[in-house]
């Protein structure tokens, strides 16, 4: 059974940087051709992709927010996580990590998702 | 950036009734679209990928088609449990983009 869960720091201050956790399980890492990628959603709106990382370390980012993105991952410990530095009122959204198997193509498995909410 | 229109904002429907609801890219996507449900309370599930392939455990119900530009999404016999926000995405290109949503309502 595949799950992923997205914690994150619930409230932060402009110009901070937000740090997101996923942590999943039913699948790994190491397996050829998986990925876990972030997307965004503020409240109200629709989905933006933030950025991809795969099973050999290869990276996908939006390029509207490359500057301000980093994406990694714990293979041992089946976490993978974003940094969003330089943080505004405009990154104030819920935060979704999902699994992405090659063979599909397709976000498949979703986290239930983390509220974040950038404010002074 | 490919550019996602999903032109219907909201729809309305009765149980029981056949519903579509339309996707269009910027440019050509090569059928990679896939679609996702977005319950009221946040959850999000995978339908459809690569334009026509039903996820596991998805209702059969459930179908998708389209070629180029143009896709579409269609629900036959529409059931209570699919109240939701349906979104198209294009995995064609970097970055992967999606459509504004489409809220499905009972009438």
């Known amino acids: 059974q595949v799950t992923l869960k997205e914690s994150g720091p619930g409230i932060l201050k402009p110009s901070q940087t937000l740090s997101l956790t996923c942590s999943f399980s039913?699948?790994?890492?190491?397996?050829?051709?998986?990925?876990v990628g972030w997307i965004r959603q503020p409240s109200g709106k629709g989905l933006e992709w933030l950025a991809h990382?795969?099973?050999?370390?290869?990276?996908y980012y939006n390029p509207s927010l490359k500057s301000q993105l980093t994406i990694s991952k714990d293979t041992s410990r089946n976490q993978v996580f974003l940094k969003i530095t330089s943080v505004d009122t405009a990154d104030t959204a819920t935060y979704y990590c999902?699994?992405?198997?090659?063979?599909?193509?397709?976000?498949?498995?979703w986290g239930q998702g983390t509220s974040v909410t950038v404010s002074s | 950036d490919i550019q996602m229109t999903q032109t219907t904002s909201s729809l309305s429907a009765s149980l029981g009734d056949r519903v579509t609801i339309s996707c269009s890219a910027s440019q050509g996507i090569s059928n990679y679209l896939n679609w996702y449900q977005q319950k009221p309370d946040g959850t999000v599930k995978l339908l459809i990928y690569?334009?026509?392939s039903l996820h596991s455990g998805v209702p059969s119900r459930f179908s998708g088609s389209g070629s180029g530009t143009d896709y579409s999404l269609t629900i036959s016999n529409l059931e209570p449990e699919d109240i939701a926000t349906y979104y198209c995405?294009?995995?064609?290109?970097?970055?992967?983009?999606f459509g504004g949503g489409t809220k499905l309502e009972i009438k």
């Open positions: 999902a699994r992405r198997a090659d063979s599909s193509g397709a976000m498949d498995y």
């Open positions: 990382i795969w099973w050999d370390d290869d990276k």
């Open positions: 690569y334009t026509s």
């Open positions: 995405q294009q995995y064609s290109k970097l970055p992967w983009t």
């Open positions: 039913g699948f790994s890492l190491s397996t050829s051709g998986m990925g």
